[in-house]
């Protein structure tokens, strides 16, 4: 490692948190891209990767994710002889990748090279959620018999299985032209419960499909694609996890190797077999019955905690020390809705009471005119409440 280059960089990620806060300031549209959170993530990449223990990890790591893989090849990483500052791994022998021609000019099948390289990424996504984010020409070894040789592992990511979840559903909108399915997609990676635009969304992705007509998926650049989607889920202004970025130029990195060495190739092709794949695992027996043992293993808790909790609860309302905090945006709708409320309960209690008086007197008492009479007010009254209660949509 060289002298000194900790400092620079530390230097450097400071002025760079500096400027992202100060844009995030000035340009509050900027929270929706999480600028801050990009740039803290980028720095702690970085950080990392000034760590060789940390990168000799991820080569291990990487070496077991391809021990039965014939076309994938990783370097041996010598622990004994590392250190934070020192990396001491195997030597690798081959042909950088740079164009097909030179590919061809030692022997090498530019196809098949393509096809391998693609599918060691995407089985670095799809089976294991864990990624090699700088798989340029430059860092990519050819060997003998195609095979891909891979280095410098200090820029790596790590997918959530929502992350999976959702290039596989995106995948599979994209195959069929599904607007909706992309658009769903796109929400539940940003974690978007309850959106009011869906529609306007759902257009706007079709809208985008629609620029592509009939091209065939070999044709579609899945980066620029997935690019457009991330940039029309901005102007709703969703949040778009830091961790996507990453993943994106490695896709984009990716799809540039695949089309210097065959320009017909896309990614988009290749990436469909994974993400049916990954479906198809979330939906089997297997998947399904864990999921569900999953969620009574919840609820038993749920139950067993539920009366200490609600205890505790009741404790500090006693003491005075349970504090509730309720954010109003909208002053007049929330005092206009509370007094609504008030007279809906106020009613109810009324009816309620009337209710119980007419059956006690009817029960324990002389049946009367008067009993009966209070019996029929309250039963109509109770309907009416009800029927105000589920034919009207505002309090």
């Known amino acids: ?86 990396l001491v791994m195997e030597f690798m022998e081959g042909i950088t990748p740079e164009s097909a021609s030179k590919l061809e000019r030692w022997g090498r099948d530019p196809k098949i090279v393509a096809e391998n390289g693609i599918n060691i990424f ?28 891979l280095i410098d592992f200090g820029m790596v990511g790590a997918l959530k299985p929502s992350h999976m979840e959702f290039l596989a559903n995106f995948t599979q909108g994209l195959a069929f032209r599904n607007a909706q399915t992309i658009s769903k997609a796109l929400l ?47 102007r709703f202004e969703l949040k778009i996890p830091s961790s996507i970025y990453l993943l994106l130029k490695a896709i984009a990195s990716m799809e540039k190797l695949g089309y210097n060495l065959r320009s017909e190739m896309s990614l988009a092709k290749y990436i469909r077999p994974y993400a049916e794949n990954l479906i198809r695992q979330q939906y089997s027996l297997k998947a399904i019955s864990g999921t569900l043992v999953e969620t009574v293993k919840n609820y038993i808790t749920l139950v067993k905690e539920f009366p200490g909790e609600m205890s505790e609860i009741l404790d500090k309302a006693k003491q005075g020390k349970l504090t509730i905090e309720i954010k109003v945006s909208n002053e007049d709708l929330f005092r206009s809705t509370m007094r609504g409320l008030g007279r809906r309960l106020a009613t109810g209690l009324v009816v309620g009471f009337m209710f119980t008086g007419a059956i006690i007197m009817n029960i324990w008492g002389t049946p009367s005119a008067f009993s009966n ?23």
Request: charged share 25%; hydrophobic share 45%.
């Open 1 to 86: 490692q060289r002298p000194v280059i900790r400092e620079k960089i530390d230097l450097d990620l400071k002025l760079l948190n500096y400027l992202a806060d100060k844009l995030s300031q000035e340009y509050p549209e900027l929270v929706v891209v999480n600028i801050s959170g990009f740039v803290k993530e980028f720095g702690e990449t970085m950080m990392r990767e000034l760590n060789y223990l940390h990168e000799a990890g991820n080569a291990i790591r990487f070496s077991e994710m391809f021990m039965n893989v014939p076309y994938c090849r990783i370097p041996v990483v010598h622990m004994d002889l590392c250190t934070h500052r020192l």
């Open 122 to 149: 995407l089985k670095m996504v799809f089976e294991h959620g864990f990624f090699h984010a700088d798989m340029h020409a430059g860092n990519l070894f050819i060997q003998e018999n195609n095979r891909v040789a």
């Open 188 to 234: 539940d990676l940003s974690n978007a419960r309850f959106f009011k635009e869906k529609e306007d969304l759902e257009f706007r992705v079709q809208e985008m499909l629609n620029r592509y007509g009939s091209m065939h998926l070999e044709s579609v650049r899945f980066s620029e694609i997935l690019d457009e989607c991330v940039k029309i889920i901005l």
């Open 373 to 395: 009479f209070l019996f029929v007010i309250s039963s109509l009254f109770a309907i009416w409440l009800v029927v105000r209660l589920f034919f009207t949509t505002r309090v």
